[in-house]
């Protein structure tokens, strides 16, 4: 039993910022990729912002310049930072892990139950 709790969502008004956290907690040997997605209405989910095991980051072009994804190891927990906010990015925010069970050599992959990102005067 592996879960993702994200936190941090909220109001902003276009141009403000937000930041996201997300804390992976129960049984697993290792988590190697995460990364945060987003779903607005009538949309598909689609990749914000990910994040290897060993720093590397990749970006949707239409975040690039304006959000920062991190990652803490000792905590388990990835960030996203956001800044100049635009009303096109509202929708609820997932993070996603890929992991390894303490059981099976291979990865596994789970999901946050989101949080609800705003962006509105």
């Known amino acids: 039993q592996v879960q993702l709790v994200e936190s941090g969502g909220g109001l902003v008004q276009p141009g403000g910022s937000l930041s996201l956290s997300c804390a992976a907690s129960?049984?697993?040997?290792?988590?190697?990729?995460m990364g945060w997605y987003r779903q607005a209405p009538g949309k598909e989910r689609e990749l914000v912002a990910g994040i290897t095991g060993s720093g590397l980051t990749n970006y949707r072009s239409s975040v690039q310049d304006r959000f920062t994804i991190s990652r803490d190891n000792a905590k388990n927990t990835v960030f996203l930072q956001m800044n100049s906010l635009k009303p096109e990015d509202t929708a609820i925010y997932y993070c996603n892990a890929k992991y390894r069970s303490l059981t099976q050599y291979r990865w596994f992959e789970v999901w946050g139950q989101g949080t609800l990102v705003t962006v509105s005067s």
């Open positions: 129960g049984s697993f040997a290792s988590i190697n990729d």
